[in-house]
């Protein structure tokens, strides 16, 4: 396997804090986030203990996805602010030792880009072919029959060209051609204006959807243990994502980053949501010629069984996956927070799994509010701002309940987001556990959130190390990460009833145990209560390998 020191690039085993602009703090009192009120809350975020920040989108929109729908990916949307609130956000991030990192929105457009306004406008126009075009079937339906994740059909008519427009999300957000090199270096072209302002680094936002079928096959229906409920669940998506295409372009991507300081000082972070995700990553991120790393949808969904999250690890630890790095993240501005989905509100949970997401080999994302143990907000029908959400009401109520505003201040009526009236309701939930608060309580979730991130930074083997499964069953993983004479043993229960796991023989401490919600280490026997977390620094000899017959469980 492959072997890493405390000289890798910065971001091999980093953590990153995920802003999403719009909800994390307000400035100018307009009910919307902004880049001048991030600036003032970076102190904030460096106090975690984390090495930098991944900024949503903030450019030129019209902001029907809220960002994602770019309409001038070089310039700043009013509503967030200017150039130089950015410039001026770069630079107190980097005073405060924060690496930035910002979204890069490059499968798609919105329509109103002026790249799609030429585009749409004929058949013989220089960017006639900047955009996917194809002409309708003989009974006049769309090309192909692919689904679209906001609702219906990806092909919306366009009466100028007498042609069909690929779109997998809002039919105001049109696919670049990526097939066509010009697009690809006009793509490239924004990322080197990033750069040369100072960024360190990309998320590419749905960078399995670069390239579509040139063929434009049809999609195969999904087997019927793997239906879903809406259309787009319905069917294999092989064809409109995933595509080998992308591969060359994401080399070009790496080329691009790799001449800016040197290998390694510029990063970039791949989002890839398909069913055969593990096997994604390894594919975008393996040698040193494609992305650095991956983002997995993995742990944004239902909660694993402990044996299926040990699963998760081992595919890095041997093959092409040693050659590649994943990244992985409880919580987004996409899925609901793992504070409600996996802990059920329970903050000894919600704290749990704080210390698993540390402890876990790769590179980290930590979502604004995960640090408070924040919950999913509700939000009102009438109050729901996301098109996912309407488009698919009432059986899923979008995005909105994980993208309510950051609560500052326990006493402020929008818990000190804004002076205006928030674009989303502040959550009264919300307030109670606002940064103030949980600042004058050493037992906060902000104050082991501190804890947590310092015994990562402070140990290679959980930035660097590989990831040794001692022991997983449904309920209980016990691991070890190591790297070199470093070493770290950590334990989890997920389940619902106690456990009891034997080491084999007594680990020789090399530091202080984490021990959380009643964890304790009895000679070699780990007792760990339901929401159990137990890590602890050790030396690697001799290895505390399992005793199959101390292993048992508690009544």
Known sequence: MQAFDMHAPWWRGATLYQVYPRSFADADGDGVGDLTGI???????????????????????PMRDFGYDVAD????????GTLADFDALVAEAHRLGLKVVIDQVWSHTAAEHPWFQESRASRDNPKADWYVWADARPDGSPPTNWQSWMGGPTWSWEPRRRQYHLHNFLPQMPDLNLHHPAVQDALLAVGRFWLERGVDGFRLDT???????PLLRDNPPQPPERRGDVPAAMQQHLFNVCRPETLPFLERVRALLDGFDGRGARFAVAEIGSHDNLARMIEYTRGRDRLHTAYSFLLLGPQPRADELAAMMSPWQQGEGAEAWPSWALSNHDAPRVATRWAQGDPARARQLLVLLACLRGT??????????????EIAFEDLQDPFGKAHWPGNP????????????????????????????????????????????????????????????AHPALRL?????????????VCRRVHGADAVLAAFNLGGQP???????????????????????????????????????IDPTPDPTPGPASQSRQP
């Open 39 to 61: 600036a003032r809350r970076l102190p904030h975020v460096a106090s975690l203990g984390v090495d930098g920040v991944w900024i949503s989108p903030f450019f030129k929109s």
């Open 499 to 537: 456990a009891v796991h034997g080491l084999g023989r007594a680990p020789r401490a090399a530091g202080d145990a984490l021990a959380l919600n009643g964890a304790a280490l009895d000679g070699a026997l780990l007792r760990l209560p339901p929401g159990a977390a137990w890590v602890q620094p």
């Open 207 to 213: 960078a399995n959807y670069y390239c579509h079928d």
């Open 465 to 477: 190390g590989r990831f040794e499964t001692l022991h997983a069953d449904a309920d209980v993983l």
């Open 398 to 457: 979008g995005r909105d309940g994980c993208r309510t505003p950051m609560p500052w201040v326990a006493d402020h009526p929008t818990g000190g987001f804004t002076e205006g009236r928030p674009w989303l309701p502040s959550d009264p939930a919300h307030r109670a556990l606002a940064v103030d608060r949980q600042e004058a309580d050493p037992g906060s979730t902000l104050q082991l959130t501190r804890r947590v991130l310092a015994l990562r930074r």
């Open 73 to 80: 990916h070089c310039a700043v949307d009013p509503r967030f």
């Open 364 to 377: 980290l994302f930590l979502y604004q509010g995960e640090e408070l143990g924040l919950p999913q907000s």
